[in-house]
């Protein structure tokens, strides 16, 4: 008879077990974007489709579209901008450094950039794979816990963090982040969080979540505060050394704010819900095979409610965290991005397992993503608009 598996013991079973999720998804994820790139027509903005020959190179190349390209730029030639001309298409500034910067560091090893990047997102994708996974064991079962992280790993739009994108290292920081400050070791909090505002503009809002951890933990008290709270600053220290830098490079501090509202063509909530409602009614019909506008929208919406609907369920710093996030994404993002901006938001993933613990909920949710994962990581790969 098998006896019960130790703490140590069952904590290895799960850690293969997501390990074991992590290697699925990630294969089903290539194996779909390889057979679409030699199956299936080009969309209308991938330069060149089918195989090359040589299979390395064709997979390396289902990893980077759109943005890749950006960060692979920055990595080459450094920072372009130009404050009289803030339009022009060469701007890369409001691309933050972190990313390009680990690129380079693993590419000085004799590894293409473009290679360097896909590992870089791959590892992370494990790494925050395995950090949700004991962040939400805190509070959750372990069922629940694995419940979330296969639900992260099967979002519709999960193929972003082996991509050349920021979306599983900023993920990897945050729920680090965060797993330290429950476990009170604020400077680890602070240095993870002042890395995250390095990877993304908004990964300085990480501060007030984790302000709010801080003092929760202390009870509210202000006479239990130490001077570990000093600690948290180190979060907006990541967008201020940037900061300092355009000014210094560029003359101007806010160079990348700048230049992602020329990008996106707006720079507040409202000129993005203009943009969604002209967007619901006329659509490009060449960004894809068919109308993506109420995905946005439902997305959108969804992931408000849920965001909102955390406060009754889970810790109040994972509940402000969700919210602040969905709603910078949504306001300072495309909306066609919304998807890729929401599946870096784990507090949204944690509610989908507690719903999950239904089986037919869990069913269907699981159904629902892997057949929009099968066809958005098909339009991704065949150069469709997948922001």
Same mark, same amino acid.
């Given at each position: 008879m098998r006896k019960p598996a130790g703490k140590g013991g069952q904590e290895r079973e799960d850690l293969l077990g997501i390990l074991s999720?992590? !290697? *699925? /998804?990630?294969? =089903? #994820? &290539? &194996?779909i974007g390889f057979i679409a790139l030699g199956t299936i027509a080009q969309g209308p903005y991938l330069l060149s489709s089918g195989? /090359?020959?040589?299979?390395?190179?064709? #997979? *390396? @190349? *289902?990893?980077?579209?759109?943005?890749s390209g950006v960060y692979l730029t920055i990595v080459r030639d450094g920072y372009i901008y130009n404050p009289a001309n803030i339009a022009d298409p060469s701007t890369n500034v409001a691309f933050f450094p972190l990313y390009p910067l680990l690129i380079w560091l693993l590419g000085s090893t004799g590894l293409s950039y473009k290679a360097a990047a896909a590992i870089i997102s791959n590892l992370c994708a494990l790494g925050f794979s395995f950090m949700l996974f004991k962040l939400l064991s805190m509070d959750f079962s372990?069922?629940? /816990? @694995?419940?979330?992280v296969i639900y992260v790993l099967i979002f519709p739009v999960s193929f972003f963090f082996s991509a050349v994108y920021t979306e599983s290292l900023f993920l990897l920081l945050t729920v680090s982040s965060f797993y330290f400050a429950r476990k009170s070791n604020w400077l680890a909090a602070g240095v993870l969080g002042g890395l995250s505002a390095l990877a993304r503009p908004t990964g300085f809002l990480l501060f007030l979540p984790l302000a709010f951890e801080y003092l929760y933990q202390k009870r509210f008290d202000l006479r239990q505060v130490r001077p570990n709270? &000093?600690?948290?600053?180190?979060v907006p220290l990541g967008v201020l050394l940037f900061m300092a830098y355009c000014q210094a490079q560029f003359g101007d501090a806010l160079a990348f704010a700048h230049s992602t509202a %020329?990008?996106? +063509? %707006?720079? =507040? !909530? /409202? +000129?993005?819900t203009l943009n969604l409602f @002209?967007?619901?009614?006329?659509?490009?019909?060449n960004d894809a095979p068919f109308p993506m506008n109420y995905v946005y929208l439902s997305t959108a919406l969804s992931a408000i409610a849920i965001s909102f609907a955390s406060f009754k369920f889970l810790r109040k710093s994972y509940a402000i965290y969700a919210v602040l996030f969905v709603f910078a994404a949504f306001g300072l993002g495309r909306i066609e991005g919304i998807m890729r901006y929401s599946a870096a938001v784990f507090p949204l993933f944690a509610m989908?397992? #507690? =719903?999950?613990?239904n089986r037919t909920v869990d069913i269907a949710i699981t159904s629902l993503f892997l057949v929009l994962l099968s066809l958005f990581t098909t339009m991704f790969v065949l150069g469709y608009k997948m922001w």
């Open positions: 999720m992590f !290697l *699925i /998804s990630r294969g =089903a #994820i &290539l &194996l195989y /090359s020959g040589d299979a390395l190179q064709d #997979i *390396i @190349k *289902i990893s980077g579209r759109f943005d372990p069922s629940d /816990s @694995k419940r979330a709270v &000093l600690a948290l600053l180190l %020329q990008r996106n +063509g %707006q720079s =507040a !909530l /409202s +000129g993005q @002209k967007t619901l009614f006329r659509q490009d019909p989908l397992a #507690i =719903a999950g613990r």
